[in-house]
């Protein structure tokens, strides 16, 4: 497996559209604010834009995240996670949970 460099993958083109799913903004971002981990997501969505499959963070493809068979994961730190799915025909990367390890959701 290689390991890219994070510095190197900000430096490229932006490719893909962030959405998030809405219990992101509701519940997840308040509770990354207390932990004072917004700019360690913010990062992790500058990277997904450029390279989502990039291998950063323990960047990890799931086991049948709640139904999702393509979700992967990307850490924030020891616990918090970042589970997303990438949609390549319409270049977008879809946030589906920043709070809590995929285990705990």
Avoid: C
């Avoid at 308040?30 to 450029?50: A, C, Q």
């Avoid at 799931?62 to 918090?80: D, E, F, P, T, V």
């Amino acid at each position: 497996m290689i390991f890219e460099n994070k510095t190197d993958i900000l430096n490229q083109e932006i490719v893909y559209i962030i959405k998030e799913h809405r219990t992101v903004a509701k519940k997840d971002l308040p509770e990354l604010h207390k932990l004072d981990l917004l700019d360690d997501y913010n990062e992790i969505k500058e990277l997904l834009r450029r390279n989502p499959f990039a291998h950063v963070r323990n960047n990890e493809q799931l086991q049948n995240y709640k139904g999702m068979k393509k979700a992967r994961s990307m850490r924030i730190n020891g616990k918090q996670r970042v589970v997303f799915t990438v949609d390549k025909t319409i270049k977008t990367v879809w946030i589906w949970s920043a709070f809590g390890h995929y285990n705990d959701n």
